[in-house]
């Protein structure tokens, strides 16, 4: 299996190759060269089995010779070890043909977990064999950062340095990141936004130099890895509900577009999905772009979803990539016009992108009214996130097909909006009730490339 990349410039890689760079030398993002099928038979066949080896069979076609069997089914049941569910994405029904998939139970309590735990367990492989090491480098609106923190904190051959928007992440998400003590894992608050904490990121990756000295690689949401991860969870609810022979919907809260392109592909593998229904918060730039008005930059407004709270939306490249027909080069133009401000789509590819995509927005009052209401009438506290979805779920649901509302984060990750809106305090899992009691540590450091730079270079261990 090769993987190309979205702006068609980059050498083609291996699947270890990709993982380990994240970023194209282009500015693309990579993805596989083909999209590799799964029958009817063998998505039949899923029906009962363990979510580990439902991973292992949709994820195997992807990872070429980079890992024998043995060897990737051991990686899988470390990285899935540490969830607190027995099944890991549990299903539970919202309302009659609504269900909610919870991905919150894994170490940090949101669905980052999925991909993060995996991939800390293939870079510790990969790296142990190659006799390496790499600085990763991330930036966060919250979730990704915690989980990067808690799947890498204490492997020996991975520094970590995390980028958040300082003041702009929930206590619970900050106290993830600054409380492990470990010394190869580094939060730093930023000043500025999550947008400016990705640019700093990309800057990172495109300044070669500083790439090559610290052996810089990327885990952020671009890195196809984690996409990868996530196209299993679409699989194992989709078949527990029926497919392959029902046709199920999924209501995905959407940021960077990275959880929601992994439907795509899951789609795309064979898998019977009706509809891909994109929720945002306010900050609707996709929902926008999903209803023809093109994809131009907005100011980012804080809410109380703040996980999703994006205006670039960095894996919507891949999705782009495929409505264009994988041209490359209209691809790279169209991010080169994003760098003033946007770019419409083409009729072609909007057609394309409807095909699959449905969206909508929700304003914080929608969200808060969400909650509570999910709790009266569904019995379930839900995060502010998987109310933006719910919210969306309900408007868009064709009733006679399933929809899987896909439930982001655990309600105690955002303890203030969920507690506003309910008038319930949701209660943290007792592997963690002591956060708030834990030590801190932490780098405020400027929005400036040279300071973050040399702060990374002072702090790697060499
Ligand atoms: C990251 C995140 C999202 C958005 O996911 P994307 O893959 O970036 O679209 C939604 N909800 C929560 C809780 C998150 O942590």
């Known amino acids: 299996m090769k993987y190309i990349s979205t702006r068609g410039q980059a050498p083609?890689?291996?699947?270890?190759?990709?993982?380990l760079t994240g970023l194209a030398r282009d500015g693309g993002l990579y993805v596989p060269a083909e999209i590799?099928?799964?029958?009817?038979?063998?998505?039949?066949?899923?029906?009962?089995?363990?979510?580990?080896?439902?991973?292992?069979?949709?994820?195997?076609?992807?990872?070429?010779?980079?890992?024998?069997?043995?060897?990737?089914?051991?990686?899988?049941?470390?990285?899935?070890?540490?969830?607190?569910?027995?099944?890991?994405?549990?299903?539970?029904?919202?309302?009659?043909?609504?269900?909610?998939?919870?991905?919150?139970?894994?170490?940090?309590?949101a669905f980052k977990d999925f991909a993060m735990q995996l991939i800390g367990q293939l870079f510790e492989a990969a790296l142990k064999?190659?006799?390496?090491?790499?600085?990763?480098?991330?930036?966060?609106?919250?979730?990704?950062?915690?989980?990067a923190i808690d799947a890498f904190r204490g492997l020996e051959a991975v520094d970590v340095f995390i980028l958040y928007p300082h003041g702009r992440v929930s206590e619970v998400q900050r106290r993830q990141m600054t409380t492990p003590q470990d010394s190869n894992v580094h939060a730093l608050a930023m000043d500025g936004d999550f947008d400016d904490c990705q640019a700093r990121v990309k800057d990172m990756f495109n300044d070669f130099e500083f790439r090559d000295g610290v052996k810089l690689a990327g885990v952020n949401s671009i890195n196809w890895a984690r996409v990868l991860a996530q196209v299993v969870y679409y699989f194992s609810s989709a078949v527990s509900l029926g497919a392959p022979y029902r046709k199920i919907s999924f209501t995905v809260p959407t940021g960077?577009?990275?959880?929601?392109?992994?439907?795509?592909?899951?789609?795309?593998?064979?898998?019977?999905?009706?509809?891909?229904?994109?929720?945002?918060?306010?900050?609707?730039?996709?929902?926008?772009c999903l209803n023809g008005e093109g994809y131009f930059k907005g100011q980012t407004i804080p809410s109380i979803s703040p996980s999703m709270d994006i205006q670039?939306?960095?894996?919507?490249?891949?999705?782009?990539?495929?409505?264009?027909?994988?041209?490359?080069?209209?691809?790279?133009?169209?991010?080169?016009?994003?760098?003033?401000?946007?770019?419409?789509?083409?009729?072609?590819?909007?057609?394309?992108?409807?095909?699959?995509?449905?969206?909508?927005?929700?304003?914080?009052?929608?969200?808060?009214?969400?909650?509570?209401?999910?709790l009266a009438t569904g019995a379930e506290l839900i995060c502010p996130h998987t109310a933006v979805g719910v919210?969306?779920?309900?408007?868009?649901?064709?009733?006679?097909?399933?929809?899987?509302?896909?439930?982001?984060?655990?309600?105690?990750?955002?303890?203030?909006?969920?507690?506003?809106?309910?008038?319930?305090h949701p209660p943290?899992?007792?592997?963690?009730?002591?956060?708030?009691?834990?030590?801190?540590?932490?780098?405020?450091?400027?929005?400036?490339?040279?300071?973050?730079?040399?702060?990374?270079?002072?702090?790697?261990?060499?």
Do not use: W
């Not at 943290?428 to 300071?451: H, K, Q």
């Open 256 to 288: 960077n577009f990275g959880d929601v392109f992994a439907g795509y592909i899951a789609k795309q593998m064979g898998l019977p999905i009706d509809r891909l229904v994109v929720a945002t918060n306010q900050n609707d730039i996709l929902h926008r």
């Open 36 to 109: 590799p099928v799964m029958s009817a038979d063998d998505i039949a066949a899923l029906g009962g089995l363990s979510y580990e080896e439902t991973a292992f069979r949709v994820m195997r076609p992807y990872i070429g010779d980079t890992f024998a069997d043995d060897e990737f089914r051991e990686i899988i049941a470390r990285a899935y070890d540490g969830f607190d569910h027995a099944a890991r994405a549990p299903l539970v029904q919202l309302a009659p043909n609504h269900f909610l998939l919870e991905l919150f139970h894994g170490p940090t309590l």
């Open 312 to 374: 670039v939306s960095s894996n919507f490249e891949r999705a782009l990539f495929y409505a264009y027909d994988r041209d490359g080069a209209a691809v790279s133009q169209l991010m080169d016009e994003l760098k003033s401000g946007g770019f419409n789509v083409s009729q072609g590819a909007m057609q394309a992108l409807r095909e699959t995509f449905d969206s909508g927005c929700t304003s914080e009052a929608e969200t808060l009214a969400t909650i509570r209401t999910t």
């Open 391 to 424: 919210h969306i779920a309900e408007q868009a649901r064709d009733a006679s097909v399933p929809m899987v509302t896909l439930a982001t984060a655990h309600p105690a990750k955002f303890p203030a909006a969920v507690e506003e809106a309910s008038g319930v």
């Open 12 to 19: 083609e890689l291996t699947f270890e190759e990709a993982m």
């Open 129 to 147: 064999r190659r006799g390496d090491r790499v600085t990763i480098v991330g930036a966060t609106s919250g979730d990704t950062g915690s989980a």
């Open 428 to 462: 943290l899992p007792p592997r963690m009730s002591d956060l708030y009691e834990r030590s801190e540590r932490v780098t405020r450091i400027a929005n400036d490339l040279a300071v973050i730079e040399d702060h990374i270079k002072g702090h790697i261990a060499t």
